[in-house]
């Protein structure tokens, strides 16, 4: 299979918000200009309200490649900027649950990270999207997205994984399960159901919960847990973090290009961990839409 390396060239665009942003900036430039990656510009932005403006100017400036540091919310909001150019993605998971980065089998360190954008090469994956808002890995809608819409930054920055953990003990009181409705084009299904995921990567809030999603497949896998049980829900969450022989008893799969998902009562939907959309939506992939960095060890395989 013809492979192409990476460009030698880059900007660099780190949002200081995101978890580990704001401390690994100077360190991830220092160490990129060590490992042989010539920064045409570095930008430490402060306000994550600035990072689509700032891609999009690096893009207009003609970097061949862009390296993003932050979490999956961040590259989310800036991907679309990538659409129809032949700059290069590339990624340093400084987030919380980095499930993009995961989906593509990066090293979550910054020293691997690092060496992939050094040494690694170039591969053309798919995007997803909500209407006309692309994502880089997945969607959700039910107890992730109220979580995602209310979990304090100072919790999430410090504690991690294990702060989602506690805030979704908190917001499940109130969380009730809804009415969805399932379109592809051809077969339309209702079910009640207490979570949706709109999957692009195999992963979501940091844990695989598909073994058949993938950033190359040119589909996307809607995946329900079904029933109205929170006990359902908490063990779906539960069996597939541990990888459990059942891990998908709770939950139901369905494969295709585009969705028309409408739910009674209507819901916020969590787009790569930002709430910003509601329902009802299209849902539908994006083939082959841009160039992202990865291992070279990946290319024999699919990420």
């Not at 042989?36 to 999009?56: F, I, K, N």
Request: hydrophobic share 45%; proline share 4%.
């Amino acid at each position: 299979m013809e492979t192409r390396p990476l460009p030698r060239e880059a900007a660099l665009i780190v949002n200081a918000h995101s978890r580990k942003g704001q401390d690994l900036f100077e360190t991830a430039r220092a160490k990129l200009t060590a490992a042989g990656v010539v920064l045409r510009s570095a930008h430490a932005v402060q306000d994550p309200a600035d990072m689509e403006q700032t891609m999009r100017t690096v893009v207009a400036s003609g970097a061949p490649m862009v390296i993003v540091g932050g979490g999956d919310g961040s590259l989310s909001g800036v991907v679309d900027q990538l659409v129809g150019t032949d700059c290069v993605f590339a990624v340093l998971p400084l987030g919380t649950a980095n499930s993009f980065a995961r989906s593509l089998r990066l090293p979550l360190d910054l020293d691997g990270a690092i060496d992939v954008i050094a040494h690694g090469e170039r591969r053309r994956i798919d995007l997803g999207m909500i209407d006309d808002d692309y994502f880089v890995n997945g969607a959700s809608i039910g107890l992730s997205t109220m979580i995602g819409e209310t979990v304090p930054h100072a919790l999430k920055r410090y504690a991690g994984r294990v702060g989602y953990l506690l805030w979704a003990v908190k917001c499940s009181i109130r969380f009730r399960a809804f009415r969805l409705t399932v379109d592809d084009g051809t077969q339309r299904e209702t079910l009640w159901a207490t979570e949706l995921r709109i999957l692009n990567g195999r992963h979501h809030g940091g844990v695989a919960l598909s073994d058949h999603a993938d950033v190359g497949t040119r589909e996307l896998l809607v995946q329900a847990v079904v029933g109205q049980s929170k006990v359902a829900l908490a063990r779906d969450w539960y069996a597939k973090f541990f990888k459990l022989r059942d891990k998908d008893a709770c939950s139901r799969d369905f494969v295709g290009k585009c969705f028309q998902i409408t739910i009674d009562p209507p819901q916020r939907i969590s787009i790569d961990g930002e709430v910003l959309a509601c329902t009802p939506v299209t849902a539908k992939v994006a083939p082959g839409a841009i160039e992202v960095a990865v291992g070279k060890a990946d290319r024999t395989r699919s990420v």
